[in-house]
């Protein structure tokens, strides 16, 4: 499947700043670049800005490791994935983070200077998701930060691809700014290259269209947060947003909201 894109940097999958950085430092890291799926390539200028360091290819923090963990843990596959696939990989936190844990992995990225890091570290790379044809199917699929960048009108179309590559029992990690949460926005507006918002029931919409079922939606607790230390002052920080979240969903909607920056979900295929 092609997916014409205007040429804008590649894509990252998360977020290894600090939350006590300023915001822009924050979103600067955070903010993913437009992906595997357009033709463009990332620019010096944008891959400095995100911070990616070539010897820092692969690398995966311990805090991202527990968020990968978690993620990961919530897709609920009968056996652990054995194969493994990444759209748009950027520097390469998810797929050194699969590599730790045995798996093997597969990344899609269409700027060539990350493929080349990629190859240099041994990780199996795709240029784009036409390249899918003919690839075995995969247990896990991963696509964080992706469908912001994508048009509404080619969002089915890229779901639907990425179902076709999936195992009968596999799982898709889909995350993107959480369109129901008013602090999403900076994440949502950090980039100009974000097209779509997605709030949960939208993302519902999209899935269902595509025979595709949500089987978790939400973002990780405090103790499997990115860039966050597992310390008293996270957690207390941890009940205060539960509390903020309830007290705000109760006022404006009548039931408990989640005002994560984030949404997070795991789908599934509709079984027959």
Known sequence: MAIDRDPEPGLTLNDNSSNHAPLQDRLATRVPSKGPLHAGSMTDTYTDWKHWEAEQFGQCPRSDSRYFG???AR????????RILEIGFGNGHFLGYCKSQGWS????ETNASLRDRAHLA???????????????PFDLIAA???????????????????????????AILLRVPNGDS????????GDRTHVETYG???LRQLCASVQLRIIHSGEAPWFAQQGQPRTVKTFLRSLLKRALDRL??????GYHTDLSPNLFVVVKPIQA
């Open 144 to 170: 964080f930060d992706v469908l912001e960048h994508v048009p509404s009108d080619q969002a089915e179309g890229m779901l639907t691809a990425l179902r076709s590559a999936l195992s009968p029992q596999g």
């Open 248 to 253: 705000i969903g109760f006022a404006y909607f």
């Open 200 to 202: 949960s029931e939208k």
């Open 70 to 72: 978690w993620c990961i």
């Open 182 to 189: 008013p602090f999403g926005r900076p994440y949502q507006h």
């Open 105 to 108: 992995a597969t990344g899609i």
């Open 122 to 136: 041994g990780f199996a790379i795709l240029r784009s998701m036409t390249d899918l044809s003919g690839e075995k």
């Open 75 to 82: 897709a609920n596959l009968p056996t652990p994935p054995n």
